[in-house]
């Protein structure tokens, strides 16, 4: 059995979240109760590319100093081009802070700013990714 092969939500194992390079875990309890939202609404499966990042793998990947993924707060999912519209609105609907389309790469950032006040949030104000 793979390290962090547990499954934590009917559609997800903490596996999919890991840091690819160091193989850490964060995540916060509001993006994987609304990525699960998400996926029932699909029905059908989601593709985590990017979930918790440590600062190493987020520098070396391009993302912004306070990206929401160096908190659990963020997951980039794999979408194909032709339904991307459909499950921004459905993530909108299920409630995330961020929904932001990357179009031509055929992904889109989800965040959630959690119980925190926008004006308190470490990624607040800055860029996804």
Known sequence: MRPNDI???PHFK???FECPC????RLHPDLL????KLRQEMKIPIV???GYRCEKHNREVGGVAKSLHLFGQAADI???ARIMDQVC????TAGFDQVIPYHSRNFIHLGVFGKQN???NPAQNTQAA
Request: aromatic share 12%; net charge positive; with cysteine.
């Open 14 to 16: 903490l596996w999919e």
């Open 7 to 9: 499954k934590i939500a």
């Open 22 to 25: 160091c193989f850490r875990v």
């Open 48 to 50: 985590i590319t990017s």
């Open 33 to 36: 109760e609304k990525l699960e």
């Open 118 to 120: 926008k004006e308190t």
């Open 89 to 92: 609105w459905l993530a909108k």
């Open 78 to 80: 794999a979408i194909p």
